[in-house]
């Protein structure tokens, strides 16, 4: 009977196990705009691989060795392993837990050889054991706690909603990540635009200054025009150290960005390559497609989510607990002797705990549960803003660049024809330095402008791409740790491992 009544309350006790306390999780939801401020707007779907529009095979190259091996997508591949291994870590608490012992211990009588505590014990009829009265022991111990009020499953529940977060804060990161190497890659390719750019200048202006010697030593041309034409040709040559030095920065920051040394892709970038130029417009979708595409976004919901199930596992920490713990025994004064049955004891029994007085401990605890709730969902809603902020500049700054661009254009066309007359008035006689170096300068102005102006419509575009969330569109492992570690077994100690 009273077997019976202790498997009924066990019963009853794994029932109860499927209740839960505290909030239920439900998405946030927030009005975005209809369509963006520019009139853009039609859903897409994807933005996976936006930069092999540019057709530019060096910078699909760069941007597959930073996935590979740059210390931001370690870092976050990092963090999913420890994220999920939180969340077994959790779930193995939901299950019982079993613990054995063996153990033999030496008491009794006489003292023996060495100092050594003997006895004679009887066994049984007609035999005795003369030597350690010492009983062998071993012993299983079980203990289950029920999870009564769904602690321990929110807990697990939270634990799950954090390793999803983590697989988002990857994806985030590999975002960026493909965006630091679009711009810089722009960077280089227009340093090496304005440096090409400079010493064609250069060489030309060097060449307006030997035809002004040579007017000058005829009597045509003043020794000011000569000293204003070598002036004019050594400002041009100046900029070329200052670009140089960027174009290196830039190369120094895709080599670390790829997970190498600072100089490691001088060679391979080296040759100039014209600036990458999308061959297709981005597709801008809708601001509602952000909550769906931006994984920072979606990380951000997910958050939301774990604090919400913190919430449930504080409050069940105000609720009773109920286990049910278990042993069973043996001992004998023979090793052999520990099976048998007379040996053997066991016991088996449920626990209750509950808070009694704790001076509004667990209450208060819950209550910042929920404070952590509503910061993790106000920087939901800050994200979704700075999304759409996001969008609507790199739209506005792509559209400003790409007119600023076509008036650039107008004015190298208009410079460079006044430049090839004014030279070939002067060159006959018919017009005065100045009209040429005036010339000469505008053009090379309008020209440096015009190709600054394709690297801000690159980056612009990289902006834009990164803004609408498109990222990298092949899975990423993050099982492999970047330490193996190995002989993790039993092992003397070293002098290393006695911290000498």
């Known amino acids: 009977m009273r077997r019976s009544s202790l498997w009924t309350g066990l019963w009853v006790a794994v029932a109860l196990a499927g209740c839960s306390v505290g909030p239920e999780y ?12 520019t009139g853009t707007g039609a859903s897409v779907a994807s933005l996976g691989a936006w930069w092999r529009g540019f057709d530019d095979p060096v910078l699909d190259a760069l941007i597959a060795e930073a996935v590979a091996g740059g210390a931001d997508v370690a870092t976050a591949r990092a963090k999913i392993r420890q994220a999920r291994a939180t969340q077994r870590e959790t779930a193995a608490g939901l299950l019982p837990n079993l613990e054995g012992t063996v153990s ?20 049984g009829a007609g035999t005795s054991v003369t030597g350690l009265s010492a009983p062998f022991q071993a012993g299983l111990d079980a203990s289950w706690e029920l999870d009564l009020f769904g602690g321990k ?19 985030a990161a590999l975002l960026t990540l493909i965006g630091d190497v679009g711009a810089n890659y722009a960077d280089v390719r227009g340093y090496q635009a304005r440096i090409g750019l400079a010493r064609r200048t250069l060489e030309s202006q060097r060449k307006t200054a030997e035809l002004t010697r ?5 009597g045509s041309a003043s020794a000011a025009d000569a000293a204003k034409a070598d002036a004019q040709a050594a400002i041009t040559g100046s900029n070329i150290p200052d670009y140089e030095t960027a174009e290196a920065k830039a190369i120094h920051r895709l080599s670390v960005l790829t997970g190498g040394a600072p100089d490691a892709l001088r060679s391979r970038l080296a040759r100039a390559h014209p600036i990458p130029t999308l061959r297709k417009a981005l597709p801008a979708g809708i601001p509602a497609d952000l909550l769906r595409r931006r994984p920072d976004i979606r990380a951000a919901e997910l958050r939301i989510a774990e604090a919400t199930a913190k919430i449930g596992s504080a409050e069940a920490a105000r609720y009773p607990d109920l286990s049910l713990t ?9 090793l052999p002797d520990l099976a048998r049955s007379s040996s053997i004891g066991s016991l088996l029994g449920p626990s209750i705990s509950a808070p009694i007085f704790d001076a509004g401990k667990r209450a208060a605890a819950r209550d910042a549960a929920e404070a952590e709730r509503d910061q993790d969902l106000i920087a939901w809603r800050a994200s979704v803003l700075k999304a759409v902020e996001d969008v609507e500049n790199a739209l506005v700054a ?9 008036q650039l254009a107008a004015a190298v066309d208009g410079y460079r024809k006044a430049e090839t007359l004014s030279r ?3 060159e006959a006689g018919k017009a005065g330095f100045l009209d040429v170096l005036d010339a000469e300068r505008s053009l090379y102005s309008a020209e440096d402008s015009l190709i600054q102006s394709r690297i801000a419509i690159v980056k612009d575009q990289v902006a834009l791409a990164k803004a609408l969330g498109g990222g990298w569109d092949r899975p990423v492992d993050p099982s492999e740790p970047e330490v193996v570690d190995v002989d993790m077994g039993p092992r003397w100690r070293t002098s290393a491992a006695k911290g000498e």
Do not use: C, H, N
């Open 214 to 218: 040579v007017k000058f030593e005829a």
């Open 398 to 406: 792509l559209g400003g660049e790409r007119r600023k661009a076509a």
């Open 26 to 37: 439900a998405a946030p939801k927030m009005a975005t705009p209809a369509k963006w401020s």
């Open 104 to 123: 033999a211990a030496a008491t009794g009588g006489g003292q023996g050889a060495g100092g050594i505590t003997t006895s004679t014990t009887p066994v």
């Open 326 to 334: 278990g042993s069973l025994s043996a001992s004998a004064y023979r």
């Open 153 to 171: 499953a929110r807990d697990l529940q939270g634990a799950t909603y954090g390793a999803k977060a983590a697989e988002d804060d990857l994806q």
């Open 424 to 426: 070939a008035q002067f």
